[in-house]
């Protein structure tokens, strides 16, 4: 069975997941929102401006996808958060290329985002 915990600090609305056991049978992911490295991803709502996308500009996005997220955005909310890599408090997405510019165009301050940590390495790995 899944416990679920709901922590909402200041301004920002998160949330972390855990479980029993996996459907896989591995263990399960420590979701830890503080300090400290081991844990599993953490998902919460991060202000738009505070995400780097170093590799925003390699593609255009489908204007018709970024159309029906905004439209599916403003229905029902973000289903899906985007992957975020956090390396000494600087965040860099690199996935949600579509759900990112439509939360922009929506002129959202914030997106749900999956955060896991990762080392400088992690980094230089994901730029090349």
Known sequence: MANFVLQVPNS????TVSASA???GSPPLSSSGSSGGG????????????IRRPLMRT???????????????????L???????????VYYGFSGCHRYEAHQR??????RCKIRR???????HHLR
Do not use: C, Y
């Open 59 to 77: 593609r255009a996005n489908d204007p018709i996808k970024v159309q029906e997220l905004m439209d599916s955005i403003s229905e029902i909310g």
């Open 22 to 24: 996996s459907s896989n």
């Open 79 to 89: 289903q899906v958060p985007i992957d975020v890599l956090e390396v000494d408090g």
């Open 12 to 15: 920002l609305r998160s949330f």
């Open 106 to 111: 929506l002129g959202l301050p914030t997106i």
């Open 39 to 50: 844990g599993g991803p953490v998902i919460l709502e991060l202000p738009i401006d505070k």
């Open 118 to 124: 990762g080392t400088k390495e992690t980094l230089r």
